[in-house]
T-cell receptor, first 111, second 114 residues
Framework: GQQVMQIPQYQHVQEGEDFTTYCNSSTTLSNIQWYKQRPGGHPVFLIQLVKSGEVKKQKRLTFQFGEAKKNSSLHITATQTTDVGTYFCAGPTGANSKLTFGKGITLSVRP | NAGVTQTPKFRVLKTGQSMTLLCAQDMNHEYMYWYRQDPGMGLRLIHYSVGEGTTAKGEVPDGYNVSRLKKQNFLLGLESAAPSQTSVYFC?????????????FGPGTRLTVT
């Protein structure tokens, strides 16, 4: 079946450093979504990418969809302690708006 | 709007006991989902529903049943709880669209089975 992979599962950075993480799919995706889950919280939608090579920015966060629509990246510029949490990517699985989530990457930021 | 709400927030069960988790949404969404989240495993789909009166199995349906008698509610039942069902359960909803819709998650239910 379709797999959405995020490796590694944990990353630790010093506050102010940049951070980049990747998401890879075993199949071509029609779109990809990113969610953020704060510690003790629930996943919250961040962004959806649809077009090949698409780049979207949200303040210090930059999201990119690969040209082949099989991978995506999230880049955070100058991390802050508020960036702490788990970031999930998700791609559609068949019909009915089902999503396959990656296992997520948990980011910790040292002040 | 409250969005997606879940009841209860915490629960401890003994092996073999049963319980029902309630999910409610006030966004008039057609689609609703139940996930479980375990350390290192991400979010795994248990069951989902594409409309009132319809349900379907997800990735890990064994040991769970669901019902969608009203559009705004999606119930997840555990008939005979097992320690392997200790997890955090999230409900989500989304409107139907041609492309995959954004999913809106509830706050979660933390279940411990002893």
């Amino acid at each position: 079946g379709q797999q959405v992979m995020q490796i590694p599962q944990y990353q630790h950075v010093q506050e102010g450093e940049d951070f980049t993480t990747y998401c890879n799919s075993s199949t071509t995706l029609s779109n990809i979504q990113w969610y953020k889950q704060r510690p003790g919280g629930h996943p919250v939608f961040l962004i959806q990418l649809v077009k090949s090579g698409e780049v979207k920015k949200q303040k210090r966060l930059t999201f990119q969809f690969g040209e082949a629509k099989k991978n995506s990246s999230l880049h955070i510029t100058a991390t802050q302690t508020t960036d702490v949490g788990t970031y999930f990517c998700a791609g559609p699985t068949g019909a009915n708006s089902k999503l396959t989530f990656g296992k997520g990457i948990t980011l910790s930021v040292r002040p | 709007n409250a969005g997606v709400t879940q009841t209860p927030k915490f629960r401890v069960l003994k092996t073999g006991q049963s319980m029902t988790l309630l999910c409610a949404q006030d966004m008039n969404h057609e689609y609703m989902y139940w996930y479980r989240q375990d350390p290192g495993m991400g979010l795994r789909l248990i069951h989902y529903s594409v409309g009132e009166g319809t349900t379907a199995k997800g990735e890990v349906p064994d040991g769970y049943n669901v019902s969608r008698l009203k559009k705004q509610n999606f119930l997840l039942g555990l008939e005979s709880a097992a320690p392997s069902q200790t997890s955090v359960y999230f409900c989500a909803s989304s409107p139907p669209q041609i492309l995959t819709s954004v999913q809106y998650f509830g706050p979660g239910t933390r279940l411990t089975v002893t």
